[in-house]
């Protein structure tokens, strides 16, 4: 008989080992508060530089529309502007800014939209890949190469070509809303490449299983799902075609013209400061106060667009899961 087999087994004991309670208090590391601080600072530096601009605004638009001789009424509807004569209507100024944003956005509308929607839909990897940056060269060519090109090749070989040197004039509105046009076409046409990539691929995915073809998928499916950025680009390229300054002030012509012909010559309201800037102006004069009451209607009108853009990405942006 085995000795072993009656004998008690002791029950084995387990070393306990004591477990050091974790320290979850913050870690406190000497250049996060520094780091914090010189982000705070480029943060606080944007918003004064901005504050600053709209004060010298106001505060040089008020002096104007405070002297005896300036009417705010006239000056929206008066359609002649001759400061030195006493004469304040921004509708000449005005209206050349929208005649050639509205061109440019004649051009860049489609042909960004219709760029994007291929770069998205139809675009192969490798061909975006080179597509897409050659496309946004132009958004690197410095806009006064802009102007001479449309001073030198779209008015005398396309302009005047098609229409006839009697009715195309050699500065006219129509040569810097085309060329402005080319220029925010790579701006249209990356927002909306980015709008339509971010839509989810299983939208896509569903109109290809109910039988719908690629083009069916990209207007009826894709393009309502990114509305909302599309709008987005569209008014942005807006702001910066009413914003342009070099394209309006080498091909748009000078002197303030009230016409709706697109082939005459009229200033905007970006190459009238840019002109009458350059020459001598006294300060606290009626022409010089003008310049920043033209100025502040531009970054009202700027502005408007922005709030309008932002309005719009909030209203009609899709959220998916």
């Known amino acids: ?22 320290d979850l208090r913050r870690k406190v590391r000497p250049f996060e508060s520094v780091i914090q601080a010189l982000l705070f600072f480029c943060g606080a530096v944007s918003i004064l530089t901005t504050a ?11 002096l104007f529309f405070g002297l005896p001789e300036v009417s705010l009424v006239e000056f929206f509807t008066n359609t002649l502007w001759a400061p030195q004569i006493g004469e304040f209507g921004v509708l000449p100024l005005l209206n050349a800014t929208l005649i050639t944003s509205l061109i440019a956005m004649l051009v860049a509308a489609p ?30 060519v410095p806009t006064v190469v802009y102007g001479f090109f449309a001073l030198t090749f779209v008015t005398p070989s396309i302009l005047q070509a098609l229409f006839g040197r009697d009715q195309v004039q050699f500065y006219n509105m129509a040569a810097a809303g085309l060329t402005m046009g080319i220029m925010i076409l790579p701006l249209v046409a990356s927002m ?20 719908a073809t690629r ?4 207007l009826r499916v894709t393009v309502p799902a990114a509305i909302s950025g599309i709008a987005a680009a569209l008014i942005v390229a807006v702001s910066r075609a009413v914003g342009e300054t070099m394209i309006v002030l080498l091909a748009a012509g000078a002197g303030p013209n009230f016409t709706f012909n697109p082939f005459t010559a009229a200033e905007t309201m970006t190459g009238h400061i840019a ?41 009609f942006r899709e959220v998916y899961e």
């Open 1 to 22: 008989m085995d000795s072993s087999a009656g004998a008690r087994t002791e029950p084995r004991t387990v070393a306990s080992t004591s477990v050091a309670p974790l």
């Open 52 to 62: 600053g601009i709209v004060y010298v605004l106001f505060q040089e638009a008020w």
């Open 111 to 140: 042909l960004g939209l219709g760029a994007a929607i291929y770069l998205s839909e139809y675009a192969t990897p490798s061909v975006r890949g080179i597509l897409k940056p050659i496309l946004e060269i132009l958004a690197g």
């Open 192 to 211: 909306s490449e980015d709008a339509l990539a971010a839509v989810p691929r299983s939208l896509r995915e569903g109109a290809y299983g109910l039988g």
């Open 215 to 218: 083009l069916e998928t990209a």
């Open 275 to 315: 002109r009458i800037s350059g020459g001598d102006l006294s300060y606290g004069s009626v022409q010089y106060t003008s310049l920043f009451a033209i100025a502040l209607t531009l970054f009202i009108m700027t502005f408007v667009l922005n709030l309008i853009s932002g309005w719009i990405v909030r209203r």
